[in-house]
């Protein structure tokens, strides 16, 4: 386990079980031995073991991780239940788990849709020599039209250990395709080559110089530089630094500049790692940055591919809402804004880990790395990474922004009604900004600039925070309420396109605020100029594709409307400087910035009424025999405008249940609910709650039954 090898870890784990099974700490090990080895089914079954004894109490990620061996191993609805519970059981909603349990729920609905209708794409898994059964990863076409690519390999003796720990590592390899049989693959050059584990190859833009990673045991991988035509030696590249590992390079010509994209764990991202992008600057790294928490997530985020000719950013990641472990998803870069991932959907995705995305739209042919089943394995069906191949027909091919819309996987209904649920319940959704902005010093109530650009104006001010103010507060408030702020608006954005799309009308409820530094009466105009800065955006955002609904052109008649609620200083808190010399604390304390926003603190669905509400109903019971078994019959009635399935319930005790009808319930049709109650309740009054979950709207229904138990 120390040294990394995780199969045979697993291996001499589970001969100390056969000697003592019962042995709960064993058990833990064999479990995380297992998922660091990509054995989803045994891990699982040790996690489960481990949490039905322990109960998360000495070990605390046992559930969790349950809930990620079970969706790499594709038991969406045992891994949804898994995850539910995660959920529950979390009581700060904001932390890392809870975000993480309502990705993954949300993963489960989008799984199942993507397996149910695959997208068109053919999949080619390479063949042998350039798949085997060891590890290959990495595909790129170098500047040579060859394939480059990284292979761990090894020799195995026959009990599936390596012979030699020494002469397992990974080497850069390169193949080339002829009469559709590929060569076999050749070992780069010793400069490349020479020590510790290399792989991920890119080139710079005038060909001259490949980036790579090399990795030495005992100090952080990094990204190193060399001559192409095999002369001089590999250097580390100058500009990203020691501490950090920096690895997965890939340059691109962004707006004339040589750009750099690179993952690292450095300080200064969302999690734990993240996508970083730089400057080439005569073969040094400047100006290093992460990408925006749009891309970036508290979990972990890999492999970025840019293609500049749709303005697409590929990439992988473990945390946003995906079918397995690391999932592909592409991010466009729109008004200067990368727009919210979108899941690549089946067959690119799979339960299992899908990285290192590629796209070179000249050949129309895209590379990934999977060790789905399938892959050649030799000690697991999914132990082992291999390279595969796509093609992309004419109406999944990315276009630029200013072209058409690139056409994608969309969000499942279900999928759709569960983001806005959870959107709705994280309200308000606050977005703030910089000291008497936009258009500092004016009586105007307009404004000409959208959200993004005072977002990224307001960001590039913390230095100045930082030197004015508390550090390390004030780097939780730009990570934890400004960054959280634009990454729930374009998950909204989301929400609002599919909901508009299926003809409802929606009307967004804004609130604003501003910190006591100004004249109450130019408070609320600067508020006023805030919201409209937003209704800008949404009508830019996604290449203008809610402009139509927000402008009442739109062909289906849904239109995006927004209910303005300005206010200043009323509101404000007492304690909050109004002293224009005391900048310090009023306009650099946290205190101060946590005033200078607008709050979303209601998205309504403007659904027509075509009967009773079906969102809350009870039922007064009268006297109930303890023990003694009961049913009552609720009618729900689908007042939507397009059909709608109850999809699963929830109790508040043990003692009632749902009996919920199958398949679609169309518009303006009804259907019975009968819940059951089991009579044991203690003596006294009784009011009991299901909720039942659909995949339209609304999106949760209450029903509860009051009464009087008596003996």
Known sequence: MERGEYFGASRFYAGALNLDGGRMSLQWKQAEACRLSNQYDKAAELYQRVYGKDAGRTYTDALRWLGEMQLSNGEYDTAEKTWERVLQKEKDKNSFAAQRARNAIAGCAIAREALAAPRDIPLEHLPQPVNTYDSEFGARIGPDSALYFSSLRSELNKDGEVVDTSAYRTVLLRS??????????????????????????????????????????????????????????AIPLPGLGDEHNSTQAMVVDWDDREMLLFVSDRPGGQGGM??????????????????????????????????????????????????????????????????TPVNAGCPLNSPANDLYPTYYPARNEGWLTSNRIGSFAAKGETCCNDLYRFRLAAEDVPTSPDDEPIARVNSSVHASAKRMDELRQRLPLKLYFHNDDP????????????????????????????????????????????????????????????????????????????????????????????????????????????????????????????????????????????????????VYAVEAARERRISIEAVRLMLPQQGPSVEFQKQQVGNLKQDEER?????????????????????????????????????????????????????GHLDRTITIRTNGVPERIELTIEGEIVP
């Not at 009308?505 to 910190?515: I, N, Y």
């Not at 109450?520 to 955002?541: A, F, G």
């Not at 007042?639 to 319930?665: F, H, V, Y």
């Open 176 to 233: 080339r395709e002829s009469a559709a049989t590929w060569g076999k693959p050749e070992a780069l050059d010793g400069a490349i080559n020479g020590q510790g584990d290399n792989g991920n190859a890119t080139w710079t833009l005038d060909g001259r110089h490949i980036l790579f990673t090399r990795c030495i045991s005992g100090t952080p991988c990094r990204i190193f530089i060399a001559p192409i035509d095999g002369g001089g030696v």
């Open 274 to 339: 993240d996508i970083w992008q730089a400057r080439l600057e005569q073969g040094k790294a400047v100006e290093l940055a992460p990408l925006p928490s749009t891309v970036n997530s508290a979990g972990n985020e890999r492999s970025p591919w840019y293609e500049p000719a749709s303005n697409t950013l590929w990439f992988s990641s473990d945390f946003h809402p995906g079918m397995g472990g690391y999932d592909i998803f592409t991010s466009t870069f729109t008004n200067d804004v990368f727009q």
């Open 439 to 586: 258009e500092p010093r004016s009586w105007s109530t307009t404004t000409t600039q959208d959200y993004a650009t005072t977002y990224r104006r307001y960001r590039a001010l913390i230095p100045e925070y930082e030197q004015a103010g508390d550090v390390e507060a004030l780097r939780h408030f730009f990570r934890d309420d400004v960054d959280r702020g634009y990454l729930e608006l374009a998950e909204l954005v989301i929400a609002l396109r599919e909901a508009l799309n299926d003809g409802i009308p929606v009307v967004l409820d804004v609130r604003g605020h501003a910190s006591p530094l100004a004249a109450n009466d130019y408070n609320i105009n600067l508020s006023t100029r805030r919201i409209e800065s937003l209704r800008n955006h949404l009508r830019l955002v996604g290449g203008g594709s809610l402009r139509p609904y927000m402008d009442g052109s739109a062909e289906n008649g849904a239109t995006l409307s927004i209910n303005m609620l300005p206010y200043g200083e009323d509101q404000a808190p007492p304690g909050i400087s109004d002293d224009v010399r005391d900048l310090k604390r009023s």
């Open 631 to 683: 049913s009552f019959t609720f009618t729900i009635r689908n007042q939507g405008m397009r059909a709608m399935r109850l999809l699963d319930s929830k109790a508040d005790c043990g003692c009632t249940a749902a009996e919920l009808p199958q398949g679609d319930i169309l518009p303006g049709h009804s259907v019975p609910v009968v819940l059951h109650f089991n009579g044991r309740a203690p003596e």
